[in-house]
């Protein structure tokens, strides 16, 4: 049995959602077991009614407006911050919230703890690409300032998820750069790119932002401000063209057909980077796999960000990034 520690307090729906969630994973995977962190009258009667969850009384939750290390600080009893705790007491294998990101880095590194060696965790996501591949994009956000060595460091850490979650034997890493070849770049990046360099054969060269949905390589790397920004980019395009798709639909009755036949493969695209199917990002270089998922997350997403913390558990996913490092 793996135990999975779940924030049924985290995201923006209401905890429902995170609790059907929860029971849609216990019913796929018999072997999970799942202890529920959150306000009493909402874990409680839940748990009385599943077999393998187990309730974690908390009478605090962090909002997704607080300041992350102000809340983790004065907010001791939160789902977020008991839930890294019950991980860091081997209450619990793991941890999957879908709450403020701040918050779950803040707290999973100050509970949970770094492994040896690593100076900066690093938030990841298999992105998916027109083929079956998914390249590792990291860092996502935690760290807006990394010097070359934290890069390389991400690197590992990309190279042993992709090895352990997306099942690639030699993954190649790319460095995120405004251009493939080695002399474009920032300072940092081009004092990156030496260190990358001699840091194993394994790095292939910088990457443009256009080859990250490609099958260029299986991981890139960058620091937590260029990646924030440019998740962020991707995903004011897709609402973009969201947006201007159904304008078009309203004026012209061709667009308007024509969306409507198109309707299955836009969903399908808007279900793949969602995250919905993966189970959301992970922060990487703690002593114990931590999931992400998004704040507007669904029933789904919930089902899948709980049984793919358990799959990082059952795959050994730390001692391979820590074997890495």
């Given at each position: 049995?793996?135990?999975?520690?779940?924030?049924?307090?985290?995201?923006?729906?209401?905890?429902?959602?995170?609790?059907?969630?929860?029971?849609?994973?216990?019913?796929?995977?018999?072997?999970?077991?799942?202890?529920?962190?959150?306000?009493?009258?909402?874990?409680?009667?839940?748990?009385?009614?599943?077999?393998?969850?187990?309730?974690?009384?908390?009478?605090?939750?962090?909002?997704?407006?607080?300041?992350?290390?102000?809340?983790?600080?004065?907010?001791?009893?939160?789902?977020?911050?008991?839930?890294?705790?019950?991980?860091?007491?081997?209450?619990?294998?793991?941890?999957?919230?879908?709450?403020?990101?701040?918050?779950?880095?803040?707290?999973?590194?100050?509970?949970?703890?770094?492994?040896?060696?690593?100076?900066?965790?690093?938030?990841?996501?298999?992105?998916?690409?027109?083929?079956?591949?998914?390249?590792?994009?990291?860092?996502?956000?935690?760290?807006?300032?990394?010097?070359?060595?934290?890069?390389?460091?991400?690197?590992?850490?990309?190279?042993?998820?992709?090895?352990?979650?997306?099942?690639?034997?030699?993954?190649?890493?790319?460095?995120?750069?405004?251009?493939?070849?080695?002399?474009?770049?920032?300072?940092?990046?081009?004092?990156?790119?030496?260190?990358?360099?001699?840091?194993?054969?394994?790095?292939?060269?910088?990457?443009?932002?256009?080859?990250?949905?490609?099958?260029?390589?299986?991981?890139?790397?960058?620091?937590?401000?260029?990646?924030?920004?440019?998740?962020?980019?991707i995903e004011s395009t897709m609402k973009f063209v969201a947006q201007r798709l159904k304008q078009a639909a309203r004026t012209s009755l061709g667009a308007g057909i024509g969306l409507t036949l198109a309707a299955p493969a836009f969903r399908a695209i808007k279900h793949d980077l969602s995250g919905e199917e993966h189970g959301g990002a992970v922060l990487l270089g703690l002593n114990a796999p931590v999931f992400i998922g998004h704040g507007s997350t669904?029933?789904?997403?919930?089902?899948?960000?709980?049984?793919?913390?358990?799959?990082?558990?059952?795959?050994?996913?730390?001692?391979?990034?820590?074997?890495?490092?």
């Amino acid at each position: 049995m793996v135990r999975v520690c779940v924030d049924a307090m985290g995201g923006d729906e209401k905890p429902s959602v995170v609790l059907e969630g929860i029971a849609q994973a216990l019913s796929q995977d018999p072997d999970l077991q799942v202890l529920v962190c959150g306000a009493r009258d909402v874990v409680v009667p839940f748990c009385d009614t599943h077999t393998r969850a187990c309730a974690l009384v908390t009478t605090q939750t962090i909002d997704m407006h607080e300041h992350p290390a102000e809340a983790v600080r004065t907010k001791r009893d939160s789902s977020i911050v008991q839930g890294c705790r019950a991980v860091k007491e081997h209450r619990a294998d793991g941890f999957f919230s879908a709450g403020s990101t701040g918050a779950i880095f803040t707290a999973a590194t100050l509970e949970i703890g770094r492994l040896k060696g690593v100076k900066r965790p690093a938030i990841a996501y298999a992105v998916p690409s027109t083929s079956q591949h998914r390249t590792v994009f990291l860092d996502l956000g935690a760290n807006a300032d990394v010097r070359p060595n934290a890069l390389v460091q991400f690197a590992a850490m990309g190279r042993a998820y992709s090895r352990s979650m997306c099942h690639v034997k030699q993954p190649t890493v790319c460095l995120l750069s405004n251009g493939r070849e080695s002399t474009k770049g920032s300072q940092n990046i081009l004092e990156a790119h030496a260190a990358l360099k001699v840091a194993g054969n394994w790095f292939i060269g910088n990457c443009e932002p256009t080859d990250i949905f490609s099958d260029y390589c299986d991981v890139v790397v960058c620091d937590g401000f260029c990646g924030n920004i440019t998740l962020k980019t991707i995903e004011s395009t897709m609402k973009f063209v969201a947006q201007r798709l159904k304008q078009a639909a309203r004026t012209s009755l061709g667009a308007g057909i024509g969306l409507t036949l198109a309707a299955p493969a836009f969903r399908a695209i808007k279900h793949d980077l969602s995250g919905e199917e993966h189970g959301g990002a992970v922060l990487l270089g703690l002593n114990a796999p931590v999931f992400i998922g998004h704040g507007s997350t669904s029933q789904l997403a919930i089902c899948q960000g709980t049984l793919a913390c358990a799959d990082a558990i059952r795959s050994n996913l730390v001692s391979k990034l820590a074997e890495d490092l």
